[in-house]
């Protein structure tokens, strides 16, 4: 057994692999025990209750799905009284992730989720079906700065910062929320994306735009982890696309301490299990006894053209 | 154990591969697959469904599984049956599979029909592959010592599902056929409601058409008689998670959303909305 334990600023997760939000609930316990991953990351929450956008709210294409579920959320009641009831039966960290209209209902949903048993809060600031046109929080440094700064004047939890891989600006944001307090950046959420149903020519989404995840995804969401990685001290957790031992091995190696799995999951159940099983297995047989030997070990030579991208140094 | 009856446990199910037996066309539209499947996936319950890992076919790369309905299991033999239309890239590449190959599959799941004691007179009203969906129904049934009428609808008589089935568990099979006119709505209305007046219903079962659905919820309403629905969505995970296969349901005076994976796919017949 290799140790798989990583650190995430003052959280130790006993191994790198955990779900993505809004691809892991309470009915994945009946699949699996749901204590052998390195952290329980819950579906985003919202203060107030919401039902989700119109159906159809996903559709299948090559290599990944275009989703525009549209949050549904029971609000922070339920999350109190159900929700968190349920999560403290695991000894995983439970990292809550939120989501709000304002910098100052971000704050105040922050407040209100800073209890016993949460062991870090998921800003998603970057969801891109909840506000108008796709835009998010995380587009840019500015409204990424003023959002993490008030949720950091909010709670002594660690904070991780959800980024859209929508933005042009993808260091200078994660730079911004380092800056504002985090504690680390998810690498990535959803790239925007859209199909039509060309019988009918209807968007082939309730919603007309959505996220795209899946495979489909992973090298704009390796490539923003790598950039992100280079540019600030914090640690980053990759996400987006990863569904085999080589994905996580790649997002380690540019730089990610950890890996959130999703959209495999709603393909396979069991992956975040194979995946640790998997990378357990690899490093032992080449004599790898902890991640550190892995995290960030990217080829030199990858440095030298990376400035010629203008990635930061 | 914690237990929150809010928050109810799922049912355990499993992901397994399991082997082909065989997979061959019934009739002109329908084929029938049968599996080799490990026993931790074989306690259903009629109206579960499976999410099947569809293999890829020529230019088809189904990427999400298909959720499916149990035509037949059977734990002590170790098999589980399904009946499909190749309607999609999905089944297209269901309908690839030879005896020997293997298939990846999920379930069972859902929450399936309930049969209270006082539901002695059933009857199953359903058009094409609903009727695959009613058929481990109807085997309960005839264990539960119930009496059964099947009213099997399709286009021509020759294409009606499953009614040498439906006869072996001991139902009367009333076929109806647009080739006829019998299928129709007024038609149905009047048979149906002969066998309501008649006392000969106590509940009805029924799965996918909404015109079905329709004449159901006003024969129920008119004459108090309860029953469920197998509804069906797009769905992408199957197990609770996405939220992407909510229905509408209308409970009381108001309009709720519910997963047709977790709370479903059987759902009352007075609350669902066609």
């Known amino acids: ?313 | 154990m914690f237990h929150d009856p809010l928050m109810p446990a799922a049912p355990r199910c499993a992901e397994v591969t399991a082997e082909v037996l065989s997979n061959s066309p019934v009739n002109g539209e329908y084929r029938l697959m049968e599996l080799a499947a490990p026993p931790e996936v074989l306690e259903c319950h009629p109206g579960q469904f499976f999410q099947l890992l569809c293999p890829t076919s020529g230019a088809d790369q189904p990427y999400l599984r298909r959720p499916m309905s149990i035509y037949g299991y059977d734990a002590a033999a170790g098999r589980l049956q399904f009946l499909y239309k190749i309607a999609g890239a999905g089944t297209r590449g269901l309908a690839t599979l030879r005896p020997g190959d293997g298939l990846n599959v999920l379930g069972p799941l859902g929450v399936g029909f309930s049969m209270p004691p006082e539901w002695r007179n059933l009857m199953l009203v359903a058009r094409g592959v609903g009727l695959a969906t009613l058929a481990p129904l109807a085997k309960l049934a005839q264990a539960e010592g119930r009496r059964l009428t099947a009213i099997c609808s399709a286009r021509r008589a020759d294409l009606a599902m499953s009614t040498d089935l439906f006869r072996s568990y001991g139902a009367e099979v009333i076929v109806v056929t647009d080739a006829d006119g019998s299928s129709s709505v007024e038609s149905l209305r009047a048979l149906i409601g002969g066998r309501i007046a008649a006392g000969q219903v106590d509940a009805f079962y029924t799965c996918g058409s909404s015109r079905l659905l329709r004449l159901l919820q006003e024969l129920g309403a008119a004459h108090g008689i309860p029953g469920e629905i197998a509804m069906e969505q797009q769905m992408a995970c199957g197990i609770g998670m996405c939220q992407a296969c909510v229905r509408s349901f209308r409970v009381g005076d108001q309009i709720v959303q519910r997963r047709v994976c977790r709370e479903g796919p059987v759902f009352p017949i007075a609350e669902a909305m066609a």
């Open chain 1, 1 to 313: 057994m290799s140790d798989l334990s990583t650190k995430i600023g003052r959280l130790t997760l006993q191994n790198p692999i955990m779900p993505a939000s809004g691809t892991f609930s309470e009915d994945l316990a009946a699949v699996f025990d749901l204590d052998r991953i390195g952290a329980h990351v819950l579906k985003t929450i919202t203060a107030e209750t919401r039902s989700g956008n119109p159906t159809p709210r996903v559709c299948e294409l090559p290599g990944g799905m275009l989703n525009a579920i549209g949050i549904p959320s029971k609000g922070i009641d339920y999350f109190r009284e159900h929700a968190l009831p349920f999560w403290a039966r695991y000894s995983a960290p439970l990292v809550v992730s939120i989501s709000a209209h304002s910098a100052a209902e971000f704050a105040t949903l922050a407040r209100a989720v800073s209890l016993p048993g949460v062991a870090a809060i998921e800003a998603n600031i970057s969801c891109p079906n909840i506000e108008a046109d796709g835009k998010a929080f995380a587009m840019s440094p500015e409204s990424t700065e003023a959002v993490m700064r008030a949720l950091r004047g909010a709670t002594d939890l660690p904070l991780w910062a959800k980024l859209t891989p929508n933005t042009g600006e993808p260091i200078e944001v994660a730079q911004a929320a380092e800056a504002a307090g985090a504690d680390a950046l998810v690498v990535a959420n959803t790239v925007l994306g859209m199909a039509i149903d060309i019988e009918s020519r209807r968007p082939r989404l309730g919603n007309v735009m959505g996220g795209m995840s899946g495979p489909a995804i992973k090298p704009i969401a390796l490539r923003m982890t790598y950039q992100c990685a280079r540019a600030v001290a914090i640690p980053v957790i990759g996400c987006g696309g990863i569904a085999t031992l080589d994905d996580v091995l790649e997002f380690l190696i540019a730089g990610a301490r950890a890996v959130q799995v999703g959209t495999e999951t709603f393909r396979s159940p069991t992956v975040m299990l194979r995946l640790i099983e998997a990378l357990d297995q690899w490093m032992a047989a080449r004599g790898i006894g902890s991640l550190d030997q892995i995290i960030g070990t990217i080829a030199a030579e990858a440095d030298e053209a990376a400035r010629h991208w203008g990635a930061a140094s």
